[in-house]
């Protein structure tokens, strides 16, 4: 018999209570028990579309600064979009996704948007898959560089950056088309 208070004892008792409450936080896996393959670096081109004017705008407001706080900059301005990315500039291009997110005037004292938007895929191989997008577009720049945070389906695991670049943008409306390239690292 055991005496209460021997090592052996408790040992064998912190052993019993602790093995079946062992959980695990984090572990190792390898890619192939994944189902990842070899890294591939793919470009995508293709042209955003930000209609704001007309019956059925794509990009909508929905906060900005009080009156009395408005910058000539508009900081403050926030638009939830779900704009169609197309194979060419025209409205009537094949569509091959949408841009789905939130861009909102950051800055005092430029035009700088932060862009938060998921690039949803629908076309293609990679119909189905999305890239995530989240940084700072300074609209004023010829071309503005946003990293790619993330990714779903074929981009699981997905990293690079997206280049915009101002295609058309009419003064009257607000409409905007912005050319696209993606360079993005995926599985």
Do not use: W
Not at 16 to 30: P, Q
Not at 38 to 65: C, M, Q, W
Not at 136 to 157: H, K, Q
């Amino acid at each position: 018999m055991f005496k209460l208070c021997s090592p052996l004892f408790l040992i064998v008792l912190l052993s019993v209570l602790t093995n079946g409450n062992c959980h695990e936080f984090s572990r190792i896996l390898s890619k192939k028990a994944m189902g990842l393959k070899r890294e591939k670096l793919s470009h995508l081109h293709f042209y955003f579309h930000d209609i704001v004017s007309g019956k059925n705008p794509t990009a909508v407001r929905i906060a900005e600064a009080a009156v009395t706080n408005r910058s000539a900059t508009g900081f403050g301005l926030t638009a939830m979009i779900d704009d169609p990315l197309t194979v060419g500039p025209e409205s009537n291009s094949k569509i091959v996704g949408r841009a789905q997110g939130i861009y909102a005037q950051a800055s005092i004292n430029d035009v700088g948007l932060l862009m938060v938007l998921n690039f949803v895929f629908i076309e293609g191989k990679y119909n189905g898959s999305s890239l995530s997008i989240l940084g700072r577009n300074s609209v004023a720049s010829i071309v503005r560089e946003m990293p790619i945070v993330g990714g779903s389906g074929l981009f699981r695991f997905a990293r690079g950056y997206v280049q915009a670049k101002t295609h058309n943008f009419d003064l009257k409306t607000g409409d905007a088309v912005v050319e696209y390239n993606v360079y993005v690292f995926h599985y």
